[in-house]
């Protein structure tokens, strides 16, 4: 499997503090790679490097290659043609990624007609089909409703359909279940595992959740103060941890002592 | 178990909070729930989003009022907030929430927020630096506005001024949900603690199961508007009994590194304003018999037709 995106050595000041000292990742078309950490580690931050979306007066060195090019190199009018289209990201509050005033018809099939230059009805079907793969029901009558119109778990697959429409080869997810119940959690992570599976799409999962890094990660890192201590197969990094920080992280989990889960 | 003679510390019988909105249909977000919790007891209340957990929390808070049913805390039956002074029962009620901005005035150095709650409670000899202190803060962080603090460490100062006015039933609604998780466990732990270092009760709502189990004495699930099982947490955990609070322990993904995919419960919790008929869960649950779309399984501790005190007349 080839190397769909690759950062080495990232390294991101914002208003000359480095948050990120030399991050290095790779993702894979069809796999899922997990990113953990505690909060402020630079999980954020790396995803909207990949992205370009960096606060205002941030400084980045190191290199991102996605398609042949290194983004960070890339000039701002060319990125613009990656960004949203190739690479698409997912945030924790599905509000961040959907304009509430827009109907979601309208959010679907405008992306597509800037990115992909579709015509109306194209765009529309399109649209359609997207929000049938992820599961919203009726989404022919869906197209013409608008965000707070949809329950929460219904609001972040809309989000993910968004994120789909221009067929990216790479999805950052920040968070995107977090804010969500466990049984709406549970169908996101199917989604997004089927996607994976179905469009060889190579995902960064953002995560604090162990438990959601194990249901769907292929490969997991774990990062530390704007480092990555510890890069591995799901199975090895959860089971037989090296680093004594992702040790730590394990030993955290709210399971009570002397007590397995069910 | 410091329990009252008087039976429990907070008793809510056959509630029911409607929310009203001019134009629009009654929204009836608890719809007949019961609840118990003793003093000294960790209870915690989950379901999922909308089910109605923090409306029923405001009601208990006499924050919103009631259609019918009783709520009582210490035996003095809640009235809501009005034009009066603040409840008898009420006094001994302190809400911690999960944005604490809510609950922080942000204009306010803490210590002088948690001086108004010992106050409140006519405590003249503790100081806010050694409630900062009991929460696992430094005292010089009195001095500190809430913005100069992590969310972790504004949600301790919460639980600082929630303490500082001796709650006899201290209420958090999804009080970690922001924090990461190993901030959460701490969190919770410390509010458990605390709670029952003092002797209160703590009621804990939250959405997030694996840390409920971790705190709370005894677990009840909610769901559309109802409690449908109650039960020691341990015992709910090994052998959950109604079909809903089977999905959602399964829906939990386990940490074990072996790449399971959660069970997905299908479909969205219904429109509180039009409930299904039967057993509100009927269209959701995998277990269905015709009697569930029927007749309302009323009662407890697990309020479906497969766990009757008695069996149904057949229909
Ligand atoms: N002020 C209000 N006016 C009208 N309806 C409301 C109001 N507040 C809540 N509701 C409705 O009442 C129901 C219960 O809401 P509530 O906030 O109690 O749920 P919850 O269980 O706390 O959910 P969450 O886990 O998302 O916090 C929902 O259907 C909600 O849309
Ligand atoms: N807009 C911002 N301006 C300045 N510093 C920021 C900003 N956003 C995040 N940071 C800092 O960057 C570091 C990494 O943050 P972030 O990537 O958001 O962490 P995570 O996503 O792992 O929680 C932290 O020290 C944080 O305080
Ligand atoms: S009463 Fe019937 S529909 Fe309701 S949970 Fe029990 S089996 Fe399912
Ligand atoms: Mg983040
Ligand atoms: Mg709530």
Redesign the pocket.
């Known amino acids: 499997m080839s190397a769909a995106l690759t950062i080495e050595g990232l390294r991101v000041s914002i208003g000359g503090r480095e948050v990120l000292h030399g991050v290095d990742l790779t993702l894979e078309a069809g796999r899922v790679h997990g990113l953990a950490g505690e ?2 580690s630079g ?3 790396t995803g909207l490097a990949v992205l370009g979306l960096l606060p205002h007066g941030s400084e980045s060195s190191g290199r991102i290659e996605f398609g042949g090019r290194d983004l960070l190199r890339t000039p701002e009018r060319e990125l613009d043609a990656v960004r949203g289209a190739k690479i698409a990201m997912v945030f ?1 509050d599905p509000s961040t990624s959907l304009h509430p005033m827009l109907t979601v018809g309208r959010q679907l099939t405008e992306h597509m007609r800037h990115h992909l230059g579709l015509g109306r009805r194209e765009a529309r079907e399109r649209a359609t089909g997207l929000l049938a793969k992820v599961r919203i029901p009726g989404p022919e009558e869906a197209l013409k409703r608008y965000p707070h119109q949809f329950s929460g778990g219904m609001r972040q697959r809309i989000a993910i359909a968004v994120a789909l429409a221009c067929e990216p080869e790479v999805l950052i997810a ?2 995107p279940t977090t804010a969500l119940d466990v049984t709406v959690q549970a169908g996101i992570l199917r989604l997004l595992r089927g996607l994976c599976d179905d469009l060889g799409l190579a995902v960064l999962l ?1 995560t604090h959740d162990l438990g959601v890094m194990s249901a769907v990660a292929d490969e997991v890192s774990v990062m530390k103060d704007g480092l990555v201590v510890e890069t591995g197969a799901r199975g090895q990094v959860l089971r037989e941890p090296r680093h004594p920080y992702t040790r730590s992280l394990l030993d955290a989990l709210p399971v009570p002592p002397g007590e397995n889960s069910p | 178990m410091t329990m009252p003679l008087t039976g429990p510390l907070l008793s809510v019988e056959d509630l029911v909070v409607e929310h009203r909105t001019p134009g629009r249909p009654v929204v009836r977000a608890v719809a007949g729930a019961s609840l118990r919790v003793a003093a000294g007891e960790v209870v915690g209340l989950v379901g999922e989003s909308g089910c109605g957990k923090s409306t029923l929390a405001r009601a208990v808070c006499g924050l919103h009022g009631t259609a019918s049913g009783r709520i009582l805390v210490g035996g003095h039956p809640v009235t809501p907030l009005g034009l009066r002074r603040r409840d008898r029962a009420l006094t001994g009620v302190q809400m911690v929430f999960q944005d604490p901005y809510s609950s922080l005035n942000p204009r306010r150095r803490v210590g002088a927020q948690i001086a108004d709650g010992l106050r409140t409670a006519g405590d003249t000899a503790t100081q806010p630096a050694d409630l900062l202190e009991r929460v696992g803060l430094p005292r010089a962080f009195a001095d500190r506005f809430p913005h100069e603090f992590s969310g972790g460490q504004r949600q301790r100062v919460a639980i600082a001024r929630a303490l500082a006015a001796r709650p006899s039933l201290l209420i958090g609604d999804e009080p970690i949900s922001a924090l990461d998780a190993s901030a959460q466990a701490q969190v919770a732990r410390l509010m458990r603690d605390l709670a029952v270092e003092s002797g209160a009760g703590l009621l804990f709502i939250s959405h997030d199961l694996s840390v409920v189990r971790l705190i709370a004495d005894r677990i009840a699930v909610m769901y559309l508007g109802k409690v449908v099982e109650t039960g020691p947490t341990a015992e709910v955990w090994a052998d959950p009994r109604h079909p809903y609070t089977r999905a959602l322990l399964a829906a939990i993904p386990s940490p074990d590194g072996a790449g399971v995919l959660p069970a997905e419960l299908p479909g969205d919790v219904p429109d509180p304003a039009d409930p299904p008929a039967g057993c509100r869960f009927h269209p959701r649950c995998p277990l269905a018999m015709d009697v569930c779309r029927e007749r309302e399984p009323d009662f407890g501790p697990v309020a479906c037709w497969l766990h009757a005190p008695e069996p149904p007349a057949s229909s």
């Open positions: 909060s402020g999980k954020t931050m924790q920040d968070e953002v």
